[in-house]
């Protein structure tokens, strides 16, 4: 298993990767251009359904439970460096399966990557909005 087999291993790597660029400033560009690697959703996927609510930003996410029985998230934002939060998002939780996802500490993941502190607090509470959705999502699928 490589580290990004595991939501901790995706962490790390996410986690060397910050540490690599220093200061916020470049941590911040680079998570703008993660954003700029994900694929945009269809129009049809821009619904009111996949709307994540308490983010300032447009902000949709789409669901996709696997045969495999992991889960897959996609997203998309109007604004860049939202686009980049669901980026590292989609490599801490997409491909996972759901019981992993909703017993893992989300908040600590982020805190340990410095997110929280470096973003405003309407970015810090959409990042939370973004958070609490792909848990509810994978409790869901785990229950079922």
Known sequence: MTGSDTIDGALADLAEEFDLLGDWEER???????????????DPERSEANKVRGCASQVWLVTEPQADGT??????????????????????FSGRR???IAGYD???????????????????????????????????????
């Open 106 to 144: 989300a908040k600590a993941a982020l805190d340990k990557l410095g997110l929280a502190g470096a973003l405003s607090a309407q970015r810090s509470n959409g990042l939370a909005s973004m958070v609490a959705r792909i848990k509810r999502d994978a409790e869901a699928l785990a229950a079922a």
């Open 98 to 100: 759901p019981d992993a």
């Open 28 to 42: 911040y560009r680079y998570v703008i251009e993660l954003g700029r690697e994900l694929a945009p959703l269809a």
């Open 71 to 92: 889960v897959r998230f996609r997203g998309d934002s109007d604004a860049h460096i939202v686009r980049g939060l669901i980026a590292v998002l989609l490599r801490l």
